[in-house]
């Protein structure tokens, strides 16, 4: 089944421990991208990523970091998680650019960071 | 900067229709449509591209004015199902390959 999965789907987490979200996904995707969903202000994107190790901002890059080794997966980095990262996560892929293609997203990682 | 999105929210009893609207201060190469059901993820419904082209599901409408940087979504004879949270996205287009999405509009179909 083609998806996108993201490990985990609920943390609860203190100030200033380092963090991993994953996501991986089956679809061969050459665009992937992260964005974080806040009452109120919609979907804005954290990352993407156009391919293997070519990554850029979004709107909202301050405080992640992102890598791309390998095609499948996109991991979301908080080196020192704040209460103002707690958030919902959503990760994304589609064939190519974001720009010309339908996005799958993942399941949504809900974190709070107390 | 983000789309700005109209209606904020909207209550239809079903069978009605809706318009929502989406606009730019930015020029817009493309513009894309999701839904998202309470607790669940976003899912496509419509891509627009500069120059007319369209791709997306058979049964969702929409329109691109390139000139005054606008989007609209419509929904026709509304059903329960299309309940939910639509958002709109923007690209400006040339290198820059970010999507960046409006606030959305509530949609609730009451039988």
């Known amino acids: 089944e083609a998806q996108v999965t993201q490990n985990p789907r609920y943390l609860i987490t203190v100030t200033g421990k380092k963090l991993t979200v994953t996501c991986s996904q089956n679809m061969n995707h050459e665009y992937m991208s992260w964005y974080r969903q806040d009452p109120g202000l919609g979907l804005r994107q954290i990352y993407y990523s156009m391919n293997v190790e070519v990554t850029d901002k979004g709107d909202v890059p301050e405080g992640y970091k992102v890598s791309r080794k390998e095609k499948r997966n996109f991991p979301l980095i908080l080196e020192s998680p704040s209460p103002n990262q707690t958030s919902l996560y959503f990760c994304?892929?589609?064939?190519?650019?974001?720009?010309?293609?339908?996005?799958?997203f993942g399941p949504g990682t809900r974190l709070t960071v107390l | 900067q983000q789309p700005v999105q109209s209606p904020q929210a909207v209550i239809l009893r079903e069978g009605e229709d809706a318009v929502i609207n989406c606009s730019s201060s930015?020029?817009?190469?493309?513009v894309h449509w999701y839904r998202q059901k309470h607790g669940e993820a976003p899912v496509f419904l419509m891509i627009?591209?500069?120059?007319?082209e369209q791709k997306g599901h058979e049964k969702i409408s929409a329109s691109f004015n390139e000139k005054k940087q606008q989007s609209s979504l419509y929904l026709t004879a509304s059903q329960l199902s299309y309940s939910g949270t639509y958002f709109c996205?923007?690209?400006?287009?040339?290198?820059?390959?970010?999507?960046?999405f409006g606030k959305g509009t509530l949609l609730t179909v009451n039988p």
């Open positions: 996205g923007s690209n400006s287009g040339g290198s820059n390959y970010k999507l960046t």
């Open positions: 994304a892929s589609s064939l190519e650019g974001a720009v010309l293609n339908e996005q799958f």
């Open positions: 930015k020029a817009l190469y493309s």
């Open positions: 627009l591209l500069k120059g007319g």
